[in-house]
């Protein structure tokens, strides 16, 4: 299951789905005690190479997976900010796309609970606030709240009845920019985008240029009349 959620080219949906099943399995850390979870986790969570929709999967998910006290809060904070950032930044230039309201909402899912009865496998509260509540995970999360509060209410209605979809503001942003700048772990490593295209949603078409066209000529003569 890890080497297939280490790869960013499989489809979107199984993405999401590996990662909450490895959420799910109940184990903490590996054979040499390293939080193995938390750190497939975390790198799905921060990788540039794939979908939000599977990175915000991973956000979600982390927040249902059994934490120990190696938690490393300070690391898995900034790398959800720094992911509200970059999705707001993306939504900002094609707000349009139906897949929007839900990464919003998963990345919310990351601090908290569905609701009051979702709990981990080991019983806790369902969320990074439920698990681990530190003062730099409520930061984290108060600098996403805004974010998704603007994002699931698109499009408003205009007074000429028209829909609209209204961008993230340069203000609401901000905060998100200064406290990325001021609280950069020493542990932290950005990933750099591959030149490998991920899989957005469906494969593309494959390009016919360049090939012969196996299209048959048409039938002349009494060859080409339809049977009755």
Not at 129 to 147: E, K
Request: net charge positive.
């Amino acid at each position: 299951m890890r080497q297939r959620v280490n790869s960013h080219l499989q489809h979107i949906w199984f993405q999401e789905v590996l990662v909450e099943g490895l959420a799910g399995v109940g184990i903490m850390v590996n054979k040499q005690a390293e939080p193995f979870v938390e750190t497939v986790l975390g790198n799905v969570m921060a990788d540039p190479n794939r979908h939000f929709l599977a990175r915000t999967a991973a956000a979600k998910a982390i927040g249902r997976a059994p934490l120990g006290g190696a938690f490393d809060d300070a690391l898995r904070s900034y790398q959800l900010v720094e992911l509200a950032s970059q999705m707001s930044l993306a939504y900002n230039k094609a707000p349009t796309k139906g897949y929007w309201p839900r990464c919003f909402q998963n990345l919310y899912f990351a601090f908290k609970a569905i609701n009051k009865s979702e709990l981990t496998v080991e019983g806790k509260p369902a969320g990074l606030l439920g698990q681990v509540a530190t003062a730099r995970l409520q930061d984290a999360y108060s600098l996403v709240v805004p974010l998704v509060a603007h994002v699931i209410v698109q499009p408003t209605v205009g007074a000429d009845g028209k829909q609209y979809f209204q961008p993230i503001s340069s203000e609401t942003l901000k905060p998100l920019t200064d406290w990325l700048a001021e609280n950069r772990p020493a542990n932290y490593k950005p990933l750099v985008p591959s030149t490998t295209t991920a899989p957005t949603s469906t494969p593309a078409p494959k390009s016919t240029k360049g090939t012969k066209s196996t299209k048959p000529k048409a039938a002349t003569g009494s060859a080409g009349a339809s049977r009755s």
